[in-house]
């Protein structure tokens, strides 16, 4: 119900991969407007200090959309990794993370435009399955370094 209005504004290059797949047997895509995060916010953010928990309010106000995209088939794992490999490689995308460790690859890249991060978008893969993330917004180097700071104080 929530796929279509959120997969139906197709500005970003990874958006041509969820559409693309949306009706994909062996594809599960999960997507949630920005609006619908925002009941989540008091769960997520219950054990953070005040001033954490404002922050954490306020970033992920800065959030459109997010959408998943998994699958298990091997032939359509392939497929949409090439895709999103293809994708990452292009020259708006910086590269955050690129991890590959006994056949369990993940990167993580940002497009960035004039100082501002509008996609964060992560792919993995590993023996039996994949899955492509995609985070957009509005967010600054600042904020994500902000993000990484204070989630860093609660992940141990």
Do not use: C, H
Not at 112 to 139: A, H, P, R, Y
Not at 145 to 150: G, N, Y
């Amino acid at each position: 119900i929530i796929i279509l209005p959120v997969l139906s504004k197709a500005q970003l290059p990874s958006d041509v991969i969820f559409k693309k797949y949306a009706e994909k047997e062996g594809v599960e895509i999960s997507a949630m407007s920005g609006f619908m995060l925002k009941p989540f916010v008091e769960n997520l953010t219950s054990s953070l200090t005040e001033a954490d928990k404002q922050k954490a309010q306020k970033y992920i106000s800065n959030i459109s959309s997010i959408a998943i995209v998994q699958s298990s088939n091997a032939k359509l794992k392939k497929e949409i990794i090439d895709e999103a490999i293809k994708i990452s490689k292009d020259s708006k995308y910086s590269e955050l993370i690129s991890v590959k460790n006994n056949g369990q690859n993940l990167k993580v890249v940002n497009l960035n435009k004039n100082g501002k991060i509008s996609e964060i978008l992560g792919f993995g893969s590993n023996n039996s399955e994949m899955m492509l993330v995609s985070i957009q917004g509005t967010f600054t180097e600042e904020m994500i370094k902000d993000v990484l700071a204070t989630a860093s104080k609660y992940i141990r």
